[in-house]
Nanobody
């Protein structure tokens, strides 16, 4: 059974950067599409990025494109989300999620959290001056 654990969250000033990590156990991430979602207080869960099983296909929501970068290390069984130029609007609980899709070179941000059966517990990112 795949288990996911997020790390790297915290408090940062506007314009700053954070790097989130999603570590997997119980199975190899090379067989999974991984996505990052976030949920701000009072708002729905937003899919912001995904990476394909082979790590080559990547997709971003318009809200984070050009500021966030997703990367996957199948040997280390981790996925990272580098977040730059953070703003107050990026404050949210961030989750990594997975769906089994071996050999897929593609992923697309669809905004459908129901596609993903595996979830981490979430980690808080707060952007404040």
């Amino acid at each position: 059974q795949l288990q996911l654990v997020e790390s790297g969250g915290g408090l940062v000033q506007p314009g700053g950067s954070l790097r989130l990590s999603c570590a997997a156990s119980g199975s190899t991430l090379g067989d999974y599409v991984i996505a990052w979602f976030r949920q701000a207080p009072g708002k729905g869960r937003e899919e912001i990025s995904c990476v394909s099983s082979d790590g080559l296909g990547k997709s971003y929501a318009s809200s984070v494109k050009a500021r966030f970068t997703i990367s996957k290390d199948n040997e280390k069984n981790t996925v990272a989300l580098q977040m730059n130029s953070l703003s107050i609007e990026d404050t949210a609980l961030y989750y990594c999620a997975a769906i089994w899709d071996p050999g897929s070179p593609f992923c697309a941000v669809r905004g459908d959290s129901g596609l993903y059966p595996y979830w981490g517990q979430g980690i808080q990112v707060s952007v404040s001056s």
